[in-house]
């Protein structure tokens, strides 16, 4: 493959640029592989690469009933930030955010990876002792966020309105080095940089069940026929429950739909990422100046990729009162995805009943900022069978032995 550079841009101006390869090959699936990953979203590409890169392992298939990154990957508000209160929590999610800054480089295609700050707000006196607690708990951490004063919040952030009627901000939880990437460029570095190992990445290939002999994984059926393999991963997100079935085992996961908005771009107004999880809203400013708009859940489960009116309207509503600039905006486009939310509001990356076939799922609403992380635990353990130290307290088992990792504040309604 060749590389991205000033020098191959310059060349290919010249050219028109007619020299560009292919970023990933569209090849037919071969008989059999070591390991077959279901779902070509950030984390199972993230799974391929690392076990790749890491273990050498590149006799890998990632398969995809849709486009690579069509799912949740291509449809989040791409918010990065690892100030999580629980250790293992904030021990993998500082773990991918610290990958994300050099992701770039890694992979040799930029994912515009801008740590402009995230900030949660503050609204209620409930909210300033938790973010003050998650401000200690993460500098025991090694994560550096701090909790700041209102004054501190309109200074970064000058568009806000402190004063609302019902929730006055009364300050935040700061992470200066958290932001966001852009989310389709993750998916398709780690495409390129997965085809470039050899791996085939099949896209319009959807599993319909799954192979197994004396309660092993043998195999997997699809849509482009059977295909062998040593071992399975299921990297799924909001269908998780569906390959589980097909496996013959059950998840403590609900899907629910999330939804999200833009608005028409506008001039650079905010430089940082705002969070206030008391109203259920969200908003950064992307590069193309549109303000991203993000809310809460949906009500109900369902499994509805789209977007519904009364909820944008709902968090719209909510957003006005902390930035009244919101209202005379148009929106440009809404949608929505469907996600996978486990009790304990935490992922699981895990061994399942099925001999040789590994779960990754359960990231809800925040699963974006993970993907370098959770890629990189999810390798080690269908390397080695067993989870490292990353993924060790994310096992199925905790549901059965009560060993929950209650981040329903942290990841609760945040993304
Ligand atoms: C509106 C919205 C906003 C969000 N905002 C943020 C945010 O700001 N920050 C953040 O960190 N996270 C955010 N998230 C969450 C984040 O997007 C997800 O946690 C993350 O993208 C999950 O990635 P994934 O690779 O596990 O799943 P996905 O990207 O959904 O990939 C799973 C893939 O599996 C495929 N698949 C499913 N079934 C099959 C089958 N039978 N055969 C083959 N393929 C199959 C799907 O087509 C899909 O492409 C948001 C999500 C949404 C919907």
């Known amino acids: 493959m060749k590389r991205y550079s000033a020098f191959a841009i310059a060349r290919e101006?010249?050219?028109?640029?007619?020299?560009?390869?292919?970023?990933?090959?569209?090849?037919?699936?071969?008989?059999?592989?070591d390991v077959i990953i279901v779902g070509a979203g950030g984390h199972g590409l993230a799974t391929?690469?690392?076990?790749?890169k890491n273990f050498g392992i590149t006799n890998v298939a990632v398969i995809e009933k849709g486009w690579l990154g069509g799912g949740n990957t291509g449809r989040n508000t791409t918010i990065i930030r690892s100030n999580y209160l629980q250790d293992p929590s904030a021990a993998i999610y500082e773990k991918a955010r610290s990958l994300y800054e050099t992701m770039s480089q890694d992979l040799n295609y930029n994912v515009m990876f801008s740590p402009r700050g995230v900030m949660m707000l503050a609204q209620t006196q409930a909210e300033i002792r938790g973010y003050q607690r998650t401000a200690h708990a993460n500098n025991l951490q090694g994560v550096t966020t701090e909790f700041i004063t209102p004054e501190r919040?309109?200074?970064?952030?000058?568009?806000?309105?402190?004063?609302?009627?019902?929730?006055?901000?009364?300050?935040?939880?700061?992470?200066?080095?958290?932001?966001?990437?852009?989310h389709d460029a993750v998916a398709w570095g780690y495409a390129r940089a997965c085809s470039d190992m050899g791996m085939d990445i099949i896209q319009q290939c959807e599993v319909t069940g799954?192979?197994?002999?004396?309660?092993?994984?043998?195999?997997v059926q699809t849509t482009k026929g059977a295909i062998k393999t040593k071992k399975l991963a299921i990297i799924v997100a909001g269908n998780s429950g569906d390959l589980a079935k097909m496996g013959g085992f059950r998840l403590p996961v609900e899907s629910i739909s999330l939804q999200a908005l833009v608005?028409?771009?506008?001039?650079?107004c905010m430089d940082v990422v705002i969070m206030a999880n008391t109203v259920h809203g969200?908003?950064?400013?992307?590069?193309?100046?549109?303000?991203?708009i993000g809310g809460g859940t949906d009500g109900y489960n369902n499994f509805t990729q789209r977007g519904s009116y009364h909820h944008l309207e709902e968090t719209v509503r909510a957003l006005i009162e902390t930035f009244p600039m919101v209202s005379r905006l148009k929106m440009l486009r809404h949608w929505g995805g469907i996600i996978d939310i486990t009790g304990d509001r935490s992922p699981i990356i895990s061994k399942t009943p099925l001999g040789n076939c590994f779960i990754n799922c359960g990231w809800g609403t925040g699963g974006f900022k993970a993907i370098p992380g959770s890629g990189w635990?999810?390798?080690?353990?269908?390397?080695?069978?067993?989870?490292?130290?990353?993924?060790?307290?994310?096992?199925?088992?905790?549901?059965?032995?009560?060993?929950?990792?209650?981040?329903?504040?942290?990841?609760?309604?945040?993304?």
């Open 377 to 415: 635990a999810m390798a080690e353990l269908v390397a080695g069978g067993e989870p490292r130290e990353l993924a060790s307290a994310f096992g199925l088992e905790r549901y059965q032995e009560g060993r929950f990792i209650d981040e329903s504040v942290a990841a609760g309604v945040a993304h």
């Open 263 to 268: 608005s028409e771009p506008i001039k650079p």
């Open 13 to 33: 101006a010249f050219r028109h640029h007619a020299g560009w390869e292919r970023a990933w090959r569209s090849p037919e699936p071969k008989s059999e592989y």
């Open 153 to 182: 919040v309109k200074e970064l952030c000058p568009i806000i309105e402190l004063g609302g009627p019902r929730y006055p901000v009364l300050g935040a939880l700061w992470q200066p080095r958290g932001g966001t990437a852009r």
């Open 210 to 219: 799954i192979d197994q002999s004396r309660g092993k994984v043998t195999g």
């Open 48 to 52: 391929a690469y690392y076990l790749g």
């Open 282 to 292: 969200y908003m950064s400013q992307s590069d193309k100046g549109e303000m991203v």
